[in-house]
Nanobody
């Protein structure tokens, strides 16, 4: 069984920074795309940033220049460095990964809450 475990959320003031981490555990043959999503109350879940196995990166426009996604393939981890945080960044943040076990499957973490106070 594969598990994604996020950490690093919390409460921060406007303009502050947080670093989210996500570790992938289990019988892993390899990991393709890794991503961070977020969901604010009353909103749909949206993709924030993705990074492929070969480090091709994409961001949603609202976080470009403020957030940075990275991954460590030796540790099966993905990170999201969030700078210049705004109240509108407040949401539950979810890790997502395409993981090879017996076949390629998509997995979600349990989420970590980020609250940005004004």
């Amino acid at each position: 069984q594969v598990q994604l475990v996020e950490s690093g959320g919390g409460l921060v003031q406007t303009g502050g920074s947080l670093r989210l981490s996500c570790a992938v555990f289990g019988n892993i043959g390899g990991i393709e795309n890794m991503a961070w999503y977020r969901q604010a109350p009353g909103n749909q879940r949206e993709m924030v940033a993705t990074v492929s196995r070969l480090n091709s990166i994409k961001y949603v426009d609202s976080v470009k220049g403020r957030f940075a996604i990275s991954r460590d393939n030796t540790k099966n981890e993905v990170y999201l460095q969030m700078n210049s945080l705004k109240p509108e960044d407040t949401a539950d943040y979810y890790c997502n990964a395409d993981v090879w076990t017996d076949r390629l499957r998509n997995y979600w973490g349990q989420g970590t809450q980020v609250t940005v106070s004004s």
